[in-house]
């Protein structure tokens, strides 16, 4: 960065120096080349150019360092350079930087007879270069500036300024995510002895953000580490420190990063990053510490604020994350609770905080209630954020778990009932119905409470809770009393659902299938009439019943898929190979016979090798190797190279195209969609290709809206008119117009 106060200081050694020189410059030719012609050029570059154009540069991106966005629930930027679009505002700066800077460039640079410039005569041509480039690169002009950046690289040879252009050439092929190229320019930086001293710092910095976007996050701290020793200006010492801060948290360092969090405070921040700094830093507390009661009282401080009225969400977060430290999972899972009802505008602190919640079911586990939080995930968290894709990932693969054990406990409960006589059947179906309407009474009223406690002001509340004698708003009969008879009064006794301020509205019920059985699809009104709507769907109930011997193997065949998609879930996604035996066991003692009979066997052997249990494995070789020998089972058992042997007559292709297909089949939707990209690097024109353009078009089906979803399908067609994926796009666009696109997604992929 260039320094104002040295502009200001010099500014009137510019005016002496210029004077003195300009009654012999006035017919300075920038082909001469004597003392008098360079002292007046060099005098004019300096000041003219270089000094002018470097106020407006830095004026420039200071305005852009405020427009900048960070997030503070990510790692921040190393550097401020805000986005393309808010960069637009600093281009009248930018612009007249570059034409003060192009200016002295074309007037005095020093050139020979034959028109070539002369770097050993001049001083400031070289640093006007670098300017001028530096204001393409802050109106995000990579590619010109780079251009600039490169002639001071080869231009000036005996100029430390070289050296500089080097660094902004890895600067703008970082912005450009060109890793390879900035790694190589980096390498080459590190290893010169006359780097500038003074841009050490910058090179630390920039080092920095090179790691950070390969994630070598070791490599990251220690190249940060200099940079906010180095750095000339408090306000990037305070910002490399907190993403130290952050590095170190992140690497569950969190000692290290209590006391930068710290040093941040200390060193008075914007408020910002002091809030976020004190949030963050009450996750990093060690319940073994002397600092607990510290923090906690700084919380309560900011808890009480006014102006954290919108940031009440992320103290709830800390909170919770204090509480996860000192052991006390109810007090975690309250603070969570809490920190979601309190989000506002902060969409993403409330992903955060639903992640955490998952993150408890999950460990639990607890897989049904861990997939709702994940779902919730997902819906909040914006897709830019870094740990979106891992996610998205887990909660597919619950999505796809949950989906198979409800079609298990489904089937199995209308198998129940279909071994029933017609009148047992009736009074299981009346008995069912009546327990779900008294459920959703109780959840109704449950509802209806929140619904109250949540707009309630704290001032009435506290006003309640004093009356009783009791600190906890649902332990305060009176408080309920009161508050579901206002809410009564005003709404009415309303129905439990979405939209339950309208009192008028027509809903649609979309029966969707579960995976590998049959489509359903039903969209009518409500039906008003409470007698009626029950009556329709107790004969709903009772169709369903798998009564004749056809819908009994159906139903039977749609439970052993459900019990091997499970275990294989639990096995590959979700890496609980307890409970991945024990579905794979219980498919085998059910349907001893079923059709994933040996694929069970195989997966029992290696998961109980896997985990340890030597006795269960050889158990279930042995029944392959006796039972089925002559299978390919077997053999991958007799010769463990059997696998690779057989990959390795398989085409690069193939094989390619095999993972991208996993990865589809895994939820790993954004993989595919650039794994297409890549096959069609590698692989160009290949028989394949149909292949791979319809993977991603059914992931951009699952990621994507609607409109974009049907122009993939649009090209698939137009591309491939004699393939059979032509058919297959053609097939889920004719879906989606017969029913409007509203039920398609489940359906059709």
């Not at 053609?730 to 509203?742: C, E, F, R």
Request: charged share 30%; glycine share 4%; hydrophobic share 35%.
């Amino acid at each position: 960065m260039i320094s104002r106060g040295i502009f200001r200081r010099n500014g009137w050694l510019a005016f002496l120096a210029i004077a003195t020189v300009s009654i012999f410059g006035l017919s300075c030719s920038n082909t001469k080349d004597s003392l008098w012609t360079r002292t007046f050029h060099n005098l004019s570059a300096h000041y003219n150019g270089y000094y002018n154009a470097g106020l407006k540069l830095e004026e420039g991106t200071d305005k852009l360092a405020i427009s900048h966005e960070d997030k503070y629930d990510r790692i921040l930027k190393v550097f401020q350079y805000a986005n393309a679009e808010k960069s637009k505002a600093i281009y009248p700066l930018m612009d007249d930087a570059m034409k003060r800077t192009s200016n002295v460039i074309a007037r005095h640079t020093i050139i020979d007879k034959n028109g070539n410039e002369k770097p050993n005569s001049e001083k400031w041509i070289d640093e006007n270069w670098l300017l001028y480039g530096k204001g393409l690169f802050f109106k995000h002009d990579y590619f010109e500036a780079m251009e600039a950046f490169k002639y001071v690289e080869v231009t000036y040879k005996k100029e430390t300024t070289r050296h500089l252009g080097s660094l902004w050439i890895a600067k703008t092929y970082l912005e450009l995510t060109q890793l390879k190229e900035a790694e190589d320019k980096l390498d080459y930086l590190r290893n010169q002895g006359d780097f500038p001293k003074k841009n050490k710092w910058e090179l630390a910095a920039v080092n920095a953000d090179f790691y950070l976007q390969t994630k070598n996050y070791p490599k990251a701290i220690e190249s940060l580490t200099k940079a906010s020793i180095l750095a000339p200006k408090r306000e990037d010492r305070i910002r490399f420190m907190f993403i130290l801060a952050q590095l170190h948290q992140q690497q569950e360092e969190y000692q290290k990063a209590f006391q930068l969090y710290t040093k941040v405070i200390k060193m008075n921040p914007k408020y910002e990053m002091a809030f976020n700094a004190r949030i963050n830093r009450a996750r990093c507390f060690d319940a073994n510490s002397k600092n607990g009661d510290e923090v906690k009282k700084e919380l309560a401080k900011l808890q009480k604020d006014p102006k954290n009225k919108d940031f009440l969400d992320q103290i709830y977060y800390a909170l919770a994350g204090l509480a996860k430290k000192e052991g006390k999972p109810d007090e975690e899972f309250e603070n969570l609770n809490k920190s979601v009802r309190a989000s506002t505008t902060n969409q993403n602190q409330k992903a955060l905080s639903y992640l955490e919640l998952a993150k408890i079911y999950f460990t639990k586990p607890d897989y049904k209630n861990a997939q709702a939080y994940y779902d919730s995930t997902v819906t909040n968290l914006s897709n830019d954020h870094p740990d979106y894709n891992d996610v998205l990932t887990r909660r597919n693969s619950l999505t796809k778990l949950i989906r198979n054990l409800n079609i298990i406990a489904t089937e199995d409960s209308l198998q129940g009932l279909a071994k029933l006589t017609p009148e047992a059947r009736q009074q299981m179906v009346d008995a069912k119905l009546l327990a779900e309407e008294e459920a959703k009474r109780k959840l109704q009223e449950e509802e209806q409470v929140n619904q109250i406690f949540d707009q309630a002001r704290p001032d009435q509340v506290n006003q309640m809770n004093k009356g009783s004698g009791s600190n906890w708003y649902f332990y305060n009969t009176q408080a309920i009393s009161f508050g579901f008879n206002e809410f009564t009064k005003k709404w009415g006794n309303r129905k439990l659902e979405d939209n339950w301020r309208r009192s008028n509205k027509e809903s649609v019920a979309n029966v969707l299938e579960q995976e590998g059985s049959d489509s359903l699809v039903t969209e009518e009104k409500e039906i008003k009439d409470p007698k009626l709507a029950a009556e329709k769907k107790k004969q709903d109930m009772l169709a369903a019943i798998p009564s004749t011997p056809e819908a009994l193997e159906k139903s039977t065949r749609k439970v052993i898929d459900a019990y091997y998609n499970a275990a294989m879930i639990y096995r590959e996604q979700l890496n609980d190979l307890p409970a991945s035996v024990a579905m794979f066991e219980e498919l085998l003692q059910k349907y001893p016979d079923n059709k994933y009979m040996l694929q069970s066997y195989y997966q029992l052997y290696r998961i109980y090798a896997q985990i340890g249990n030597a006795q269960k494995s050889e158990y279930y070789k042995n029944i392959i190797l006796t039972k089925h020998g002559d299978t390919e089972y077997a053999e991958i058992i007799r010769n463990p190279n059997y696998a690779a042997e057989r990959a390795s007559k398989k085409s690069n292709l193939e094989i390619f195209y095999e993972d991208t297909y996993r990865k589809y089949l895994n939820g790993e939707y954004s993989d595919v969609i650039k794994r297409k990209g890549e096959a069609d690097v590698q692989f160009p024109q290949s028989i394949l290709a149909p292949q791979f353009d319809f993977l991603k078009t059914l992931s951009i089906g699952k990621t994507q809206a609607l409109p974009v979803f049907e122009a993939s399908l649009n090209d698939i067609i137009r591309t491939y008119g004699s393939d059979p994926v032509k058919d297959e796009a053609q097939n889920i666009l004719d879906y989606i117009h017969n029913t409007g696109g509203g039920i398609c997604r489940k359906r059709c992929l």
